[in-house]
């Protein structure tokens, strides 16, 4: 398992690897951006720093891969890139995190961690991060890319669309649909429906940006 990153979130993604009782010896992190990473991560992981080494763990060892960074625009272009070059986009679920039994939907590739609660009739796509102590109602639905950071609470019968990134403790009230791209500040209550593209902060949050479309960039 490559874990896409190796600072920060992608260090809880190994907990959630440790927790499940995934071989170490079979994971690996990657980071072509930071010059401070040593070349084994705790000793142990080695970090892969190119395309070619990506590659070639795919074919010698497995092709999964999972993302260990925030931002919806940044985890979907490396999800891409990673398929691009052969990986499968691949789950990391906290066996501390409470799922519901009926009607639950989880797209490939998300990150479920510790502490969070998803109750029934839920919908989750591909790439989605919910973070720390979340918490989502039933019947909601929310996009690919989805970014929950910790303590959001989504109440029940809300729909959030792709690339949505909500801020620590936001909160949004039953029934409201956020567009695509839509940004919550932390702390936000969001109680009326969002168009896309747009920047929301404050109790109740009110709209204080327009923001540019999200691009993959894969094919320029």
């Given at each position: 398992m490559i874990i896409v990153g190796a600072k920060g979130f992608a260090k809880e993604v190994l907990e959630i690897l440790h927790q499940n009782s995934y071989p170490e010896d079979r994971i690996v992190f990657f980071d072509n951006v930071n010059n401070d990473i040593p070349d084994l991560l705790y000793g142990k992981f080695p970090v892969l720093k190119n395309e070619r080494q990506v590659k070639d763990f795919f074919y010698s060892t497995e092709n999964s891969f999972t993302l260990g960074l925030g931002s919806p625009s940044h985890r979907m272009k490396l999800g891409l890139l990673f398929e691009k070059w052969g990986g499968e986009l691949t789950s990391t679920i906290s066996s501390k995190a409470n799922l519901g039994h009926f009607g639950v939907q989880l797209g490939e590739g998300i990150n479920l961690m510790t502490g969070s609660t998803l109750t029934n009739d839920i919908k989750i796509g591909r790439g989605a991060l919910i973070n720390l102590h979340c918490t989502?109602?039933?019947?909601?639905?929310?996009?690919?890319?989805?970014?929950?950071?910790?303590?959001?609470?989504?109440?029940?019968?809300?729909?959030?669309?792709?690339?949505?990134?909500?801020?620590?403790?936001?909160?949004?009230?039953?029934?409201?649909?956020?567009?695509?791209?839509?940004?919550?500040?932390?702390?936000?209550?969001?109680?009326?429906?969002?168009?896309?593209?747009?920047?929301?902060?404050?109790?109740?949050?009110?709209?204080?940006k327009e923001l540019p479309l999200i691009d993959s960039g894969l094919n320029k």
């Amino acid at each position: 398992m490559i874990i896409v990153g190796a600072k920060g979130f992608a260090k809880e993604v190994l907990e959630i690897l440790h927790q499940n009782s995934y071989p170490e010896d079979r994971i690996v992190f990657f980071d072509n951006v930071n010059n401070d990473i040593p070349d084994l991560l705790y000793g142990k992981f080695p970090v892969l720093k190119n395309e070619r080494q990506v590659k070639d763990f795919f074919y010698s060892t497995e092709n999964s891969f999972t993302l260990g960074l925030g931002s919806p625009s940044h985890r979907m272009k490396l999800g891409l890139l990673f398929e691009k070059w052969g990986g499968e986009l691949t789950s990391t679920i906290s066996s501390k995190a409470n799922l519901g039994h009926f009607g639950v939907q989880l797209g490939e590739g998300i990150n479920l961690m510790t502490g969070s609660t998803l109750t029934n009739d839920i919908k989750i796509g591909r790439g989605a991060l919910i973070n720390l102590h979340c918490t989502i109602g039933h019947d909601c639905d929310l996009g690919d890319f989805v970014e929950l950071s910790p303590g959001t609470h989504i109440s029940g019968n809300c729909k959030l669309g792709n690339y949505c990134n909500l801020g620590t403790n936001a909160t949004v009230l039953p029934n409201v649909v956020l567009g695509e791209n839509v940004i919550v500040g932390a702390g936000a209550v969001v109680t009326k429906d969002i168009p896309s593209n747009s920047l929301v902060v404050g109790v109740p949050a009110k709209l204080v940006k327009e923001l540019p479309l999200i691009d993959s960039g894969l094919n320029k």
